[in-house]
């Protein structure tokens, strides 16, 4: 897809000394800031391919799966300057926790509306780069693993981060998913989010051969590029998006 695309993919690796499982350690308050720790690391990481590489800074844009989502959500938090736009597939609420114990409870489904509040002091700032920034937010209505209600809890705690009213939301139902969007006074889709029946804690589409896919649900690659690039061309630009695993 990148090829196609003429995109950049930065794959950051975790190490096992940091966490046994090689996931991001999203639920430690240190690691929910961009300023410290692994958010820190991961965007040292970009930048160092942006400058070294021909890539429009305009086009970045970061993706992952379950500890990998959470992290893919508290990068586009947190840098908005940095990514335009991000692909959350089964993550967790951002700030909802600060330790294992937090992070069990809201993985499955102890989250509530009072997550937003302390979100949108820190962020009482308005980062201007919240003027851009595009968000796409995929569960699996099976997923027993992480609860299904934390994307929509992220896709609230986004739309007041953007400044996007609830009421601007469309619905649409096919055989293989139910989404629903959000739009700007612009019109453009600024919020979506996915919802897969029957997929439990796994990326949407893909192969037999990988682990944690549903390869018959949507092809969430698919969709996240043509929604990043927003017109889903495939002719070739220089772009970058870093996928978390």
């Known amino acids: 897809m990148a090829e196609v695309a003429g995109a950049y993919v930065l794959y950051p690796e ?14 430690l308050e240190g690691n929910q800031f961009r300023d410290a720790g692994e958010p820190a690391q991961i965007i040292a990481l970009v930048n160092a391919v942006c400058e070294s590489h021909p890539i429009d800074r305009r086009r970045v844009y970061v993706a992952g799966l379950s500890a990998g989502g959470a992290m893919a959500a508290i990068l586009a938090e947190q840098a908005p300057d940095i990514f335009s736009a991000v692909g959350i597939m089964a993550g967790v609420a951002l ?34 780069d919240y003027g851009r920034l595009r968000v796409t937010i995929w569960s699996g209505a099976n997923d027993r693993l992480v609860d299904p209600g934390n994307a929509s809890l992220l896709a609230r705690q986004f739309l007041r981060l953007l400044d996007i009213p609830e009421a601007s939301a469309t619905l649409e139902e096919r055989a293989d998913a139910e989404v629903v969007r959000w739009r700007d006074p612009g019109k453009r889709v600024r919020v979506e989010a ?29 969709e996240m590029m043509s929604f990043f690039l927003d017109d889903g061309a495939t002719a070739r630009r220089r ?3 870093a996928a978390t695993p």
């Open 194 to 222: 996915w919802r897969i029946p029957a997929m439990g804690h796994a990326w949407s589409g893909g192969s037999f051969r990988g682990s944690y896919t549903y390869p018959a649900g949507p092809r969430a690659s698919d």
């Open 14 to 27: 975790q190490s096992r000394r940091a966490n046994p499982q090689r996931c991001w350690n999203w639920f």
């Open 239 to 241: 772009s970058v998006s």
């Open 95 to 128: 700030h909802a926790s600060h330790d294992l114990a937090s992070a069990a409870a809201a993985m499955h489904g102890d989250v509530t509306e009072a997550h937003i509040v302390p979100l949108l002091t820190r962020n009482q700032r308005r980062l201007p």
